[in-house]
């Protein structure tokens, strides 16, 4: 594989983990005022790892960059 379609994955991938992102998010806000907050941290949680997912996306994607140069 080449890295120009990797760098086109990493890009899908990284929409993928931005909209899921954005899910977990609706959903946690709909418990944040409800006697079941603690799905909401577990929500939370989630939230958290999946940014964290997003930003390795960035720095792989950066690094295949790099190589290009």
């Known amino acids: 594989m080449s ?3 990797d760098l086109a994955e990493l890009s899908s991938l990284r929409a993928q983990v931005d ?3 954005r899910r977990v998010v609706q959903i946690a806000d709909g ?3 409800t006697e079941d907050s603690a799905v ?3 929500l ?3 939230e958290r ?3 964290t997912v997003g930003r390795a996306l960035e720095r792989a994607a950066a690094m ?3 190589l290009q140069r």
């Open 44 to 46: 939370d949680q989630g």
């Open 64 to 66: 295949l960059a790099d």
């Open 3 to 5: 890295a120009q379609s």
């Open 31 to 33: 418990y944040r005022e």
């Open 49 to 51: 790892a999946l940014m």
């Open 19 to 21: 909209e899921l992102t």
């Open 40 to 42: 909401t941290n577990e």
